[in-house]
């Protein structure tokens, strides 16, 4: 009588290996930032949302999955030396994806007692050794552009595909109604010119978009400070990510949106 149930266990067997191995070789977007990306833990603590924490609106899960590592507070720096995109590097692969958007903490403090984050300026190969007191070792700071060409070409080693995003703008108008631009946007797209990464210029793209709506209307996406964003905010910003990726040329994640 057992042998009766071999078949009948060696095909399901069979079935759930092969449901296993579809699930591990389905593609991965991974989406690495600050806080405008994933503001706190995720959760809408205090109405603040990142856009990383909506690109399930625009992405269909079932064909690609979305990890979103984003962490507050963090820099270009910073994300690499607290272990953060190593751990990602651990299980990156070959068709995965890389959403990285970093700039609003670099421009802090090299080795201040508050955070010791902040990046040289530039995208030039300039280094600086100092000591981090928060961290409490020797380390050698790099520019902007030095972190974010780690992230672009080790992401290729592994045969995913980057993708640089330009920071979203800080709700900062100037009296003519137009919202002030930093360096940031610019190195980011250069950077993503050395290193052949795909580009989305979401500060130009969120720019148009609030000078179109006006101050006040803008005013309703920030309810605590001019850079976090409530969730109407954070959407609005996913969706022009989601944009972004329609308009790269020959870049298969367009494949996945809904």
């Known amino acids: ?67 979103n590592h984003a962490k507050g507070g963090r820099s270009s720096r910073t994300f690499l030396t607290e272990g953060r995109w190593d751990s990602i590097m651990k299980t990156i692969k070959k068709g995965d994806y890389v959403l990285m ?4 903490n670099d421009g802090g403090e ?13 995208i030039g190969e300039e280094s ?6 928060i961290r409490k070792v020797n380390e050698t700071v790099y520019t902007y552009g030095h972190y974010m060409r780690k992230y672009a070409y080790e992401a290729k080693s592994k045969g995913a595909v980057p993708i ?18 930093d360096q940031y946007g610019i190195w980011a797209r250069e950077v993503a010119g050395q290193t052949g990464a795909y580009f989305i210029d979401l500060n130009a793209m969120v720019i148009n978009t609030y000078e179109e709506m006006g101050i006040e209307k803008v005013k309703a ?14 959407v609005l910003n996913a969706e022009l990510v ?15 949106i809904k």
């Open 128 to 133: 600086k050794d100092i000591y981090n007191p």
């Open 242 to 256: 989601v944009k972004g990726i329609k308009q790269l040329k020959n870049c298969e994640l367009k494949n996945y």
């Open 221 to 234: 996406f920030f309810p605590k400070d001019h850079t976090h964003t409530n969730e109407a905010g954070a």
């Open 101 to 104: 958007q970093f700039g609003h």
């Open 110 to 122: 090299l080795a201040d007692t508050l955070r010791a984050r902040g990046t040289i300026k530039g």
């Open 1 to 67: 009588m057992k042998i009766k149930f071999i078949i009948p266990i060696v095909v399901l067997v069979i079935l759930i290996g092969a449901s296993f191995q579809k699930l591990q070789d389905k593609p991965v977007v991974y989406i690495i930032g600050d806080s405008t990306v994933q503001n706190g833990s995720g959760k809408g603590s205090d109405s603040l949302w990142g856009w990383g924490s909506f690109m399930n609106l625009f992405l269909d899960s079932t064909k690609i999955e979305i990890q």
């Open 164 to 181: 640089i995003v330009s920071p979203v703008p800080r709700n900062k108008f100037s009296g003519k109604g137009k919202i002030e631009k």
